[in-house]
């Protein structure tokens, strides 16, 4: 099943924070985090496999709550770089990733 | 290390054409996907290939889609012929081992596919 995100947008000034969705009605075997800038392909970001794990790296982390339904990107102190479109996925059976609609993030000066 | 590549980066063609677009994944990945973004709108996924083995191609649209990877190294992803819902981008995938699971997919800049 096809996971949904949250907000489908979102514009904030350079060292906002911003906190993106990913749900489902039924538990996730995982999460894939991705961004995608314009034209360029998908950058991997973080993979949660755990329910309560929470991971990340510089200002960008995720959490995947313990029923394994929701999972959360948080971005804080926003650069200009993180600018592009956010993507959740989820694996199915064998291997396959099924996405959500994705989250625009623009940032401005 | 070279990352996923594809060819060509645009393709613009007209209704009933047929194209032909490359993948060639990161060396030694045996997983090999193909998705297609159009626009606006989410990732879809079209195929897998596990080495040169389709393990699920659920996600092709039509019979117009034939997917091959010859010797479990580079697919060619062919649409003959095209239509104008064709459009859309085409992004190749691909993951280290034959676990297929919980791996990280890395993702190649994508084909843009226009038909006119």
């Known amino acids: 099943q096809q996971p949904v995100q949250s907000p489908q947008a979102v514009i904030l000034r350079e060292g906002e924070d911003a906190v993106i969705n990913c749900s489902s009605s039924?538990?996730?075997?995982?999460v894939h985090w991705y961004r995608q800038k314009h034209g360029e392909a998908p950058v991997f970001l973080m993979i949660l496999l755990k329910g309560g794990e929470q991971k990340g790296h510089d200002k960008i982390s995720a959490s995947f709550n313990e029923k394994k339904q929701q999972s959360s990107l948080y971005l804080t102190a926003s650069q200009l770089s993180y600018s592009g479109t956010y993507f959740c996925g989820t694996e199915m059976s064998t291997g396959k990733l099924i996405f959500g609609q994705g989250t625009t993030l623009q940032v401005k000066p | 290390e070279a990352g996923v590549t594809q060819f060509p980066s645009h393709s613009v063609i007209e209704k009933g054409q047929t194209v032909t677009l490359r993948c060639d994944p990161i060396s030694g990945h045996d997983n090999l996907y193909w998705y297609r973004r159009v626009m606006g709108k989410e990732i879809k996924f079209l195929l897998h290939f596990v080495k040169e083995s389709k393990q699920d191609e659920s996600g092709m649209p039509n019979n117009r889609f034939l997917a091959e990877r010859t010797g479990g190294t580079y697919s060619t992803l062919k649409v003959q012929p095209a239509e104008l819902e064709d459009s859309g981008v085409y992004f190749c995938?691909?993951?280290?081992?034959?676990?297929?699971?919980?791996?990280?997919?890395?993702f190649g800049p994508g084909t843009r596919l226009l038909v006119l």
């Open positions: 995938a691909s993951s280290q081992g034959s676990r297929s699971r919980q791996e990280t997919q890395y």
């Open positions: 039924k538990a996730l075997y995982s």
